[in-house]
């Protein structure tokens, strides 16, 4: 079906959604591990990322559907700062057998949370349309395993190696070789049956009943 708003239209929405989400970035503090991202939870550079010790291991954590980023509801972080949590919905979906999956019926909450260094993701779908829907899901990412001083912009004459992923059925492993001979590395794995999986992204197609929830 085309956009009835038109392909310019739609890229300036996306552009109004992007100045919105880097205007409010969300934190999570748990000991010596940090995370800083938009509203839509997403991760793309900058000033965002996932930090420990002092140096950012995860620079880029995206989420799309049907190729697509969600669209926006809401995101808040719990009063007790345990929690972040993004409301996000679908955008009309590419038809599937005979049925076409409507915008706004598929419900994306991205709920995180830190806890003795690692980052934790729960993602539930729930289907309020009178159709079963198949959703497709791909998360991005990397790690540029820059330091505190280089993501606020302070450069250095030399850095140390990223070395190639390691990937396995349900997840990869990002590493990276210092100057003074220290790896430091970053495992992301999977709960859930993957459908395709890269050194930069995972795959996943979900069937969610009518009414259901996954």
């Known amino acids: 079906m085309k956009n009835p708003l038109g392909t310019d239209a739609t890229e300036q ?3 109004a959604d992007d100045e919105t989400a880097t205007q409010n970035l969300f934190v999570l503090v748990n000991n010596n591990t940090f995370l800083v991202a938009n509203a839509f939870g ?10 420990h010790q002092d140096t950012r291991i ?6 799309t559907v049907a190729g697509e980023r969600p ?9 007790d700062n345990v ?18 999956t409507p915008q706004g019926v598929l419900h994306i909450e991205r709920k995180r949370f830190l806890w003795d260094g690692r980052l934790f993701e729960c993602i539930g779908l729930t289907n309020y349309s009178d159709q079963p829907s198949v959703m497709p899901l791909q998360l991005q990412f990397a790690g540029d395993f820059l330091d505190l001083f280089e993501v606020r912009g302070s ?13 396995e059925h349900s997840s990869v492993l990002l590493s990276y070789c210092g100057l003074d001979q220290q790896r430091r590395s970053m495992a992301i794995s999977f709960s859930e049956s993957v459908q395709g999986i890269s050194g930069g992204s ?9 009414h259901g929830k996954e």
């Open 202 to 210: 995972a795959s996943f197609q979900v069937e969610i009943d009518a």
């Open 71 to 79: 669209s926006l509801l809401s995101a808040t972080v719990s009063q």
């Open 155 to 167: 450069s250095r004459a030399r850095r140390g190696t990223l070395d190639a992923p390691q990937i």
């Open 58 to 63: 995860l620079s880029y954590y995206r989420l």
């Open 83 to 100: 929690y972040f949590i993004s409301h996000l919905t679908n955008h009309p979906l590419p038809a599937l057998g005979e049925e076409n």
């Open 42 to 51: 997403d991760l793309y550079g900058g000033d965002v990322g996932l930090f």
């Open 13 to 15: 929405a996306h552009k």
